[in-house]
């Protein structure tokens, strides 16, 4: 993994520090081990990472330079491929398996899953979001690959849900179905109610994400016109032994929004669709595709011959945070961990999150959650972590001692390739030099290109985990 701040740099495997356009710099590049040994009930998985800082000079380098390090230090604890491991080197599955890994976090976690079954590992299907595969790292695996669309259904993901459905088919019928599900499901794997097509999703995604609403309530229409979300899944599994290892995404980790809950039945999906503000034309369509849910028999799964699996979280956002509080501590510095989630409209939690920095006590303040972004009509680039880390900046412009930064833990804000951004008090100085005003990009929802004007836009590429956004704030 390497994690960029700032224009025009590149990743040389150290920690660089420099000067473009009077905005600071920085690389921060952290190198990933992973080996296993003895392939014995008692594996154990030795993870080294190479810093090239250690925890106890974290109050040597700068806020920027400390932010970024102790980012690094929650992907770690949250990343797929350790804690599918850890899962399965705990409570080991006996006899073959066959795998399903759908999310973003698919590869990892099915690379973890691999190291943990070994030989027992019988093959499975793979679906991701592009730009989060490397064919190669599953060569000879028996895992079949595919790519859906991301955060807008495409005619992949229809192609991915028809495969889901066959493969499930064909799978060996003695062997354990290992599902590992992570964020980004929903939009990657679909079987449609009848009907409605790959225009008609795009259609209701694109107002679904343009809404405002939470992701809990955009999963419960998303269920209502899916013949395998919210349990569906289950109809295809009657009699396998399954188990279920999820990476939640998802305030309060519930296990029915994450994915879109593939395996977990919805029994009240009705009354609750039913209550929210929907366009007469999306009503339709989720009239319609609760009246064939229920016609098939998905609501009532659950509660006859067909039993929804225990969901295992292997990575939370709560994991993530409690990581970044220990190393934050070990280094002697002042941690305040904020357990309340943070939701509701982006530009107004940053503001908040700034004035909290300025009026707190010094040291790392530590917060996460998901926030929202109403987008205009035509909305320029950026995604809900920018938008959030540019309202904060305003709040800190010309302070020296407050920095913030905030960033999608997969890797993704919005339809960018950006994660997110870290702003301090020169940031709105920086943006206005390059022509930029804060609050017009804020109401235009293009925080994107001031950010990369003022050299402040994170980029990591895929994490391989996916545990909501991570919010870490400096002050003092």
């Known amino acids: 993994m390497v994690i960029l701040l700032g224009p025009g740099v590149e990743p040389l495997g150290t920690i660089q520090e420099g000067v473009q356009d009077g905005a600071e710099t920085l690389n921060l590049a952290i190198s990933c081990q992973f080996c296993c040994k003895n392939r014995t009930a008692k594996r154990r998985l030795l993870r080294r990472f190479e810093y090239q800082l250690t925890l106890t000079s974290l109050k040597s380098i700068n806020s920027r330079q400390l932010l970024l390090r102790l980012l690094a230090v929650a992907l770690e604890a949250v990343e797929g491929r350790v804690a599918v491991r850890r899962a399965l080197d705990a409570d080991p599955i006996a006899g073959p398996v ?44 028996g895992i079949e690959c595919m790519v859906g669309g991301h955060p807008i259904p495409t005619p992949d993901s229809l192609g991915a849900g028809a495969r889901l459905s066959a493969a499930l088919r064909e799978a060996p019928p003695d062997a354990t179905a290992l599902f590992l599900i992570s964020g980004g499901t929903s939009s990657l794997v679909e079987v449609a109610a009848d009907g409605l097509g790959c225009d008609e999703l795009r259609r209701m995604n694109h107002w679904l994400l343009a809404s405002g609403l939470p992701i809990d309530a955009v999963n419960l229409v998303r269920k209502s016109v899916s013949r395998i979300k919210g349990g569906g899944l289950l109809t ?97 510095l002042p941690v305040r961990l904020h357990r309340t989630l943070i939701e509701g409209d982006a530009t107004r939690c940053g503001h908040r999150l700034a004035r909290a920095l300025i009026e707190g006590d010094p040291g790392l ?112």
């Open 365 to 476: 303040h530590i917060w996460g959650g998901e926030t929202t972004v109403r987008l205009p009509a035509r909305p320029g680039r950026g995604g809900r972590n920018q938008q959030l880390a540019l309202a904060a900046a305003i709040e800190i412009a010309g302070r020296g001692d407050c920095s913030l930064l905030s960033v999608g833990t997969d890797g993704t804000d919005g339809p960018t390739e950006d994660a997110g951004a870290l702003v301090d008090g020169g940031t709105l100085e920086r943006a206005a030099r390059a022509g930029f005003d804060a609050d017009t990009s804020l109401e235009r929802a293009d925080a994107g290109h001031l950010l990369e004007a003022s050299g402040d836009l994170i980029r990591t590429g895929p994490t391989g985990t996916n545990v909501m956004d991570l919010i870490l704030g400096l002050t003092g």
């Open 98 to 141: 066959w795998l399903c890994a759908i999310g973003k976090a698919a590869e990892s976690m099915a690379l973890g899953a691999r190291e943990a079954l070994g030989n027992a590992c019988l093959g499975g299907l793979l679906i991701t979001k592009q730009g989060h595969l490397s064919r190669h790292r599953l060569a000879g695996s």
């Open 236 to 332: 295809a599994l009657a009699g396998r032994p399954v188990r279920l290892l999820v990476i939640s995404d998802v305030p309060g980790d519930d296990p029915g929004v994450i994915g879109s809950g593939l395996l977990v039945p919805q029994m009240d999906l009705r009354a609750r669709v039913t209550r929210l503000d929907l366009p007469g034309w999306l009503a339709d369509w989720v009239a319609r595709g609760l009246a064939q849910r229920e016609r098939e028999g998905i609501a009532a799964h659950g509660s006859g011959a067909v039993v929804a699996p225990p969901t295992e979280l292997v990575a939370t956002l709560t994991a993530a945070k409690t990581a970044v509080a220990a190393a934050a501590e070990q280094a002697g």
